[in-house]
């Protein structure tokens, strides 16, 4: 069976120098790949121990920032945000007031708006998430069982118990929207508002 690309979904994946591997390994394994890309990062960022933001980047007192992250240029961190777990934010993204992004990748013009949650997650380039929208992590109901994806004809064993979503390029998530763990978003693809996305594939 053929596990979901990553650059299926994300064009410009191959850009951040990350090697192929399943979404939610790289998810998985967020810190680590974030304090990689701190040394390749060019001119323009300025460094606090594991946290690197361009100098054109805009981040709000209030907002908490903690472990290795990159903020890119011309982003936008808001008052009562909270970044954690390995966050990198590519150019022109915005975090709104009282989003929580944790362990998870968000490329350039990207969005999300406030009150939003975002957990163990790869969202692509222009994705924008509306106001009080989750994409959860867990399988709360299930005990923390490992998530297996419904995909195509196929069932994805994950082997993880934590894992969100594979937002691809240009999605459009609505208010209040909640997207279930484990799941794979087209590119372009519209999620409604109060819409749910749920991909588990239950014994």
């Not at 222009?126 to 399988?139: L, S």
């Not at 969100?164 to 929207?177: F, H, P, Q, S, T």
């Not at 279930?180 to 999620?191: D, E, I, K, T």
Request: net charge negative; aromatic share 6%; hydrophobic share 45%.
């Amino acid at each position: 069976m053929k596990l979901p690309e990553i650059s299926e979904y994300i064009a410009g994946w191959p850009l951040l120098g990350i090697c192929s591997a399943p979404p939610w390994t790289v998810a998985q394994d967020c810190e680590s790949r974030i304090l990689a890309l701190l040394d390749t990062l060019g001119a323009g960022y300025r460094r606090h121990g594991n946290c690197a933001v361009h100098e054109t980047a805009i981040i709000e007192q209030g907002a908490v920032l903690k472990g290795a992250i990159i903020i890119g240029e011309g982003s936008f961190v808001a008052a009562g945000a909270y970044l954690r777990g390995g966050v990198y934010l590519g150019s022109h993204c915005i975090v709104g007031p009282s989003c929580e992004l944790k362990s998870t990748f968000m490329l350039d013009g990207s969005k999300l708006a406030h009150f939003n949650f975002v957990g163990d997650s790869l969202i692509g380039e222009a994705v924008n998430i509306e106001a009080g929208a989750i994409i959860a992590n867990y399988r709360n109901e299930l005990d923390g069982a490992n998530i297996k994806i419904r995909h195509e004809d196929h069932v994805i064993e994950t082997g993880v118990n934590k894992f969100g979503a594979l937002v691809g390029d240009g999605c459009k998530i609505g208010a209040n929207a909640v997207i279930a763990p484990g799941a794979l978003l087209r590119p372009h693809m519209r999620v409604p508002r109060l819409g749910l996305i749920d991909q588990f594939a239950h014994d």
